[in-house]
């Protein structure tokens, strides 16, 4: 049985032997991209007709497809806290700004959480006179405490 | 002396005291939300004439003003892992999509971070058919890995 | 200022002093029994009218209604992994379940969680014939993973 | 020698493979449906007649029932806090319900526990106009403090 | 209020500034020794009778009669593992012979758990020729797996 | 080279397929039941002739013999708290409990430690009109604190 | 009620204000020099003349006697890997020369260990060609693994 | 390759089957005990004369020898708190007396450490009325903290 | 695949093989000797002209080229607090001066901190009356807080 | 007795009070600036005749210039990985390049540590075309490896 695990190993190494970019596989998906790389990460099932273009694509094996295709077992950090830069500076953030974004959201919406289930990210790049800027934005549902 | 912390308190007594907003602060020290936000938690060095104004509006005394201009030590979180749902929910997309981010930060930038530093927040709130949503917004600057 | 914290401590205290219970509390606020119990505990913020009835029934200050009424930082356990026998058994119940609990969920709703905020939680009795038993009820609303 | 682990994972290659559910299984082996999956899921020792019935369902051999006869060294989330959103939420429940759940069994009870040994767990639907919901039910028998 | 910690050390002073031990402590109470000791220590609610004597016997107030009384969260140790050379040798046990424990219990009961609820521990002395040695009796009820 | 660990896992593997208990395979090797069982799980070095009665009994290899007699390096357990309930009550014990053993050992011996070295432990049954009971006996050489 | 850190507390502050060096209170007490300093941070039960005569020489008052004559809840260091570089450098000799310790213990004793209560320490100092040296001698009586 | 760790296995298992003891190894290098046991468990590299000698002594091949000459990355414990009872009990050495190891070398010279690099150690053995007793030297040049 | 650790592994052992330096292989790679330190250990991308010297040098294959230019997850220690007595140090300069570099930062620069990404490293040796001394020299671009 | 945690808050209080800087201060007492800053932080015992100039200069008691003059026990982060992003970008840089130092210093010295102990700090600032930078020097004596 191939693993979601070992699928994405696979994934990432075909993706480099065939020179291909993760907006190429979103795009050949028709799916968005953010949703395209953790899915293909590991991290969401993935519809069969979908698992079967990215293979196709990819030219993997049968087996990878049925393995995007299982329910995951979220969690992708090895460690609480991470040790790749790239990763660390987001928790940096929320422990800069974890407090704040509290706040807000409990001023502008009352009692409640940012849903990270009906929810979607997306990194884009924004170009400004001090250099490139990488922007990452975070859209979920707002989820108020109510009582059953 | 009143530590940032102490002066975190202070603030937040006051505000609920007084009935004030931070969006209602922010605007009279005209300084971004989630900036005051976080500076008035302890997260940034205040400049004089804004600690002055933030003391005034909430009523507070100077003690307050001299610590919301001292140097902070950052990192607001208590644990690492946090147990507030609001909070936590930022821990779980780190979890379930900081894999993701990176890939998709060197797909479109090359080797190098989304910096914390050079760097904005934004929480905001938009209308959606399906319910309100909470957007946040993450703005930094591209540093590429570069050998001095 | 009085904190959750201290609130909590006080209501725990006057509780004992009059020798009040939880659900006759509950039922001078009229509110449900777990939601009054964890509310008063300090992990919900507590509507300006019950916080005034729950402290004249408690025969406690304005400060403690107005601590009341504060939004919480949740998360009321000290340590990761509870100490307590009677909060332990229900981490031991997700050690030993968690996966089933998961596996049964993905199974009737697809992929998704129970949701924890909009939720609600019950405790109650049940005699048998091999000795009374303790029945807790985790009734939350099914969140299905949607990407935004 | 196969051990439970390896059984589980093959339990559950097999049910992808054939498109058996859960309930399927718990139908053949007559035995309730929570309880299948755990003990499938490596949790329990399973008799030799469901042994040998599971196995045959599930087109596996005598090394996987010989596996799930075997005592069980219990435990399954892999880290003290779980990261899978589908299971953390039972944990962020027990860090905000807690010493609720504590509070109403001891008003209701006495100074004890519920037992997590005499113990059956349920996940079941309730449709609600709010949408569906998750309703997990958690049923032990009261264990009075006694001194021997 | 006074806190059952404050309690134990309470009594821990009162009874080294009377010369008591636990032995005529228990006798007075016309309880069992180390009932005796892990009550007054915190880890059990004292009947109000057995409280207001214990409070007689070692001289203190009312107030710490009242926390006695109340119903402690358990667990007294302040890290998970003990750092006391007495205390860490029962800790050492567990590591070196728990799994024999476990696996004598399954052979001699089935499938299930020595309580640690309706249980009851000894601390006694032994002469021997080869030294006084200590002998620990934890005596509980077995508690088989059993669903529902 | 086969590992202790190794070795023990063969042991539990020969010891279900031949339908043995601990107690007969202690009583073949003419020694204490709760000693055998630790030693064939890894934490006891066998004698020579012992260990070749235990793979003559349990069908094994000489490798297994050879494996049997090393030193070993002690420690079963894989996480600093088990999650293993039978196992887990024992650590709850050491929780609730250990301070009270600890005041009784002083209170009884002096200024010193049981034993862990200078040790036995047995596990066994009592009937009783509440149920069967187990009963663990830790029983260890009272080493008094002593300056060289 | 003094504890025994307030005690070591005031110690060292009146060891510093009058000058005393810990040879020098060792020799008035007539207590070997590295037991009197651990006792005296509070590590060891002190006898009741020996308390009363480092109060005398200390100028401190009799609670902080009292306080030395406590059985100790011992466990110096506040961290698990001690951050002060004096003591990890201890810690750091465990790390590489552990193993080696224990294989040299076993080739020249058998299977056991060294007692770390009927035990005694030892810091010196001895010149040498290459510059002055510390030497800690641990002295310890052998423990022979021993069944009862 | 061969590393340092499977070196090191194969050294214990050479030892154990050709029956050598460390002293004899020790001999045959010419080199002291500690340093050999040490050396070979993979904590220092070997000079290419004596990894020679030691493939040849124990019957090992020439991958053995490199493995032993290469630089370690050193630290041997696999867990911050070492479970092995021979070897915890010179961490609870440090836990008890670490203190006062730092106030005497403080006192008699300076403010400094004992190196852990520029430094010997040693187990030997002690004929005492009371047992045999193990005595571990362990002997380190003073470093003064000095500014560079 | 290759991953980027079994390339530095296959770099070392060829490096130790073909007694190569690390300086050596530097020059042949035109590159500067910390930055070829560290991506050749897997901590940096290496472009495809100098992956393909670095084989060709080290008589590799193909596979640790592309290996090489892998983008990296960074984080090259096993555990939070390194163990190996070199490494250590440079934790232990953090735990001692870590307060004093961030003072002097924002003494000279204000509220900022020293980039780690925008960052060359060097190792150095100094000539010294009192011995020969490591220089390392930690040169970073100070990144200024600067919101947006 | 002022600690030496409360002589360092009672410093930077003053500093910031009087408008000091750390170079000021150092000049004052005739020392260099990395080390005035960490001994007035509290990580070295500072000599009296500078201890009295401190206090001088800072307007504080001599209870400040005693607790100056103390022994210190070194650690100045709270929590092993520190949260303070000016502070982990260094722990970031040994992360990233801990075995590139590892292996440079074992190329260019041998087997051995840069001390610590023997060792000076300097944080400097260097103007760059592409902005001013901060340099961090660690110059430490080298330390072989000795076997006594």
Redesign the interface.
């Known amino acids: 049985?191939t693993t979601k695990k070992q699928a994405a190993?696979a994934v990432l190494?075909a993706k480099?032997r065939l020179g291909l970019?993760?907006?190429e596989i979103a795009d050949a998906l028709d799916a968005?991209?953010?949703?395209t790389?953790?899915a293909l990460?590991g991290?969401?099932?993935v519809p069969a007709d979908k698992a079967a273009k990215a293979v196709a694509i990819l030219e993997l094996g049968d087996d990878v497809a049925?393995a995007l295709r299982?329910?995951p077992?979220?969690?992708?950090?090895e460690e609480?806290?991470?040790?790749?830069?790239?990763?660390?500076?987001?928790?940096?953030?929320?422990?800069?700004?974890?407090?704040?974004?509290?706040?807000?959201?409990?001023?502008?919406?009352g009692?409640?959480?940012?849903?990270?289930?009906?929810?979607?990210?997306d990194?884009?790049?924004?170009e400004?006179p001090?250099?490139?800027?990488?922007?990452?934005?975070?859209?979920?549902?707002?989820?108020?405490?109510?009582?059953?």
């Open positions: 049985m190993d190494e480099v970019t993760w907006a968005p991209l953010a949703w790389t953790s990460l991290q969401h099932p049925q299982l329910q077992t979220r969690g992708a950090l609480a806290v991470p040790t790749d830069p790239t990763i660390y500076r987001f928790y940096e953030v929320l422990q800069v700004y974890g407090p704040t974004i509290k706040e807000l959201i409990h001023e502008q919406f009692d409640g959480i940012m849903s990270a289930i009906n929810f979607k990210i990194v884009g790049r924004r400004d001090g250099g490139e800027r990488v922007v990452v934005t975070l859209d979920g549902k707002f989820l108020k405490y109510q009582w059953g």
